[in-house]
């Protein structure tokens, strides 16, 4: 392994490892609950997301040691291969990014469980990305498979997850607030800790907000359909005529701000992307290069962000910097193609592709949960070397993105990053490192 390799390599560990729940979340439960002020009798955990099932063991542990008189019990959802060992909560494998049964089941236990609540007990949700699909308990008169569906077409369209996160909130039972406004109506308290993995961190738009209030409504939700020509052909009918009927103010709209006034209903963001793009940024420092972290905000087309990003590593030739960013790009796949990979994977073979009058670049894009689109990669890296390999080998990139096979490039270069579930999620990380010769 090479300098700049291992430069990649660490700054990327160093992002995750920032937002490891093992760490964060004794930390703010201490906050949240501090000496003589613990949960007493029982204590409610539910959650659901990439980083859930690592949250509540987390939370097992500070609570044996901190809260003697409280009674855990919970159930939490987490996806396949994301689980973590727990004694008194129950933590259930499903699927993910699209929503199958157990997800389902798994959510209409953690429904039941908050509707059993009473005056004084606690309820303690454990939100973290990827919550969205596997919270999926659909309002009535939608079915499993019309989730399924939509959701599919939602991933196709190109999208962005803060806007395919508005129509879900309205088809669903716990999500946009729908989990609080249960509790409330029990008289329960709500102490939700999230870990953002959306741009900007908006506690409603983290797992699809199930604790806080929702800005969006029904009309929103629509207009993203028409946005990105989902009908009825792509759409199923029972998905369409909920909403509608939902816009015309059959059926009430999701969790708003006057509802949880007077409540005990607090969001409490733990770990963000920008947090962890720091750490990388103090790392990179140590290494002698100059971080310029260029936001956590930065959405788009992967390959169009990936050009974008080419002519800002140009304008910095010459010196030793590391652009640093995240946020989360979008691959839009054309009918009939498959695509292997993820928007990590693609943003990077588009930039390697973007800067081949720059032979000294190296960079690393990879998503912080671990797993970068259809495959088990969490993303992928390149160095000089490694752009030489390619061209010894033949591999140009071009094919592979018109393909939308980036995980197949770089496979070939064995240069895929591959971490396993991280259990944490705050977004994706991409780095660039520029060097003086």
């Known amino acids: ?109 953690i429904f039941d469980a908050v509707n059993q609540l009473s005056t004084g007990d606690v309820l303690v949700a454990l939100v ?25 077409a939602l991933l196709r369209s190109g999208a962005p997850i803060e806007e395919m ?23 329960a308290r709500v102490e939700a800790l999230l870990i953002s993995d959306v741009t900007g961190d908006l506690p409603a738009d983290i797992a699809s ?18 946005k990105y020509h989902l009908g009825d052909k792509t759409i199923p009918l029972p998905v369409l005529s909920h909403l509608n009927k939902g816009n015309a103010g059959e059926i009430p709209e999701t969790l708003k701000e006057i509802d949880v006034q007077g409540t005990q209903v607090k969001n409490h963001v733990i770990a963000t992307a920008y947090k962890s793009l720091e750490a990388a940024a103090d790392y990179v420092r140590t290494q002698g290069y100059e971080p310029i972290v260029l936001g956590d905000t930065i959405t788009g087309e992967a390959q169009e962000v990936a050009t974008e990003q080419a002519v800002i590593a140009r304008q910095h030739l010459g010196k030793s910097v590391a652009l640093i960013s995240g946020g989360e790009c979008t691959v839009t796949l054309p009918v009939g193609i498959k695509g292997r990979g993820g928007r990590c994977s693609e943003f990077l073979l588009a930039l390697l592709a973007a800067t081949d009058d720059m032979p000294n670049l190296a960079a690393l894009a990879a ?42 490039f770089f496979a070939q270069l064995d240069a895929l990053v591959e971490t396993g579930p991280t259990l944490t999620n705050v977004n994706d990380f991409r780095i660039i490192l520029i060097d003086t010769e």
């Not at 009535?140 to 959701?151: A, P, Q, Y």
């Not at 309205?170 to 029990?186: D, E, K, Q, Y």
């Open 1 to 109: 392994m090479n300098k700049q390799e291992m430069i990649l390599k660490k700054a990327f560990a160093t992002a995750v490892a920032v937002a490891d729940p093992q760490i964060i979340v004794p930390e703010y439960l201490a906050k949240i609950f501090p000496a003589g002020q613990e949960p007493q009798g029982k204590c409610l955990i539910v959650g659901a997301g990439k980083a859930s099932a690592s949250m509540t063991s987390a939370l097992e542990r500070h609570a044996q040691l901190n809260w003697p008189e409280a009674k855990l019990e919970g159930t939490v959802l987490t996806r396949y291969g994301h689980g973590s060992p727990t004694k008194h909560i129950r933590i259930i494998e499903a699927g993910h990014p699209v929503p199958d049964q157990a997800g389902m089941d798994g959510a209409k236990a």
């Open 128 to 152: 973290s990305g990827g919550g969205s699909s596997l919270l999926t308990l659909p309002q009535k008169g939608i079915s499993i498979e019309d989730m399924r569906k939509t959701t599919e």
């Open 165 to 187: 996160n508005v129509v879900r909130k309205h088809l669903s039972a716990i999500l946009g607030g729908n989990l609080a406004r249960l509790a409330i109506a029990r008289g």
């Open 209 to 226: 907000g199930p604790c806080t209030p929702d800005y969006s409504t029904y009309q929103d939700a629509l207009n993203i359909l028409t």
């Open 367 to 408: 998503d912080t949960d671990g797993i970068d689109g259809s495959e088990k990669n969490a993303g992928a890296w390149f160095t000089p070397e490694l752009r030489r390999a390619a061209m010894d080998q033949g591999l140009l990139p071009e094919p592979y993105l018109v393909a939308h096979d980036c995980y197949g």
